[in-house]
């Protein structure tokens, strides 16, 4: 059941779809069972914009257009290879994109990129699975666990290249700062 009092409050948000000029109200949806922001105009106009919402009610990033969720979407189903369901944990692959993309960790969520970052994350995904040897999807195939000495030196690649990266950042910082 949701309960208001334990959300927070709502926020004022302008629907992000190109032309409508409407505001986002949150709402309940009894099909996910969760509070989304969607577009005050829906029942007027038909507008789609909308945003997810955090179990407490928080808007999840920043709404996009439809241009923009879909970008949202194609980078998830790209980037999401790298810790669903493995070779690496959700945080590794979240502490790689933050270093591709020059955001802080805490701030590395796909709802919050704009299309364009949507690609860099997309290529910079597709770069750095094209370098493996196994095929993307294929961790916990058949083959693979048949082959587990692959898998753990695969493992073992990916933790050197997530060093390296992390030495190249600092470096770069370091200069920077
Ligand atoms: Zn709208």
Redesign the pocket.
Known sequence: MHIEDELVPEVELD?P?PG?G?KLRRRFSERTGKYFYG?A??SE?G?R?AVGCHADGSPLGIPGDATVRQARRRAHAVFDRLWKPRPMGRREAYKLASMWMGIPFQDMHIGNLDAEQCEQLVRATQAYLGASDIPPGCENCPWTRRNPVQLSERLKAIDQRIDALEKQLNSGRDDSD
């Open positions: 629907c779809e409508c409407g577009c105009r829906y106009t507008c914009g």
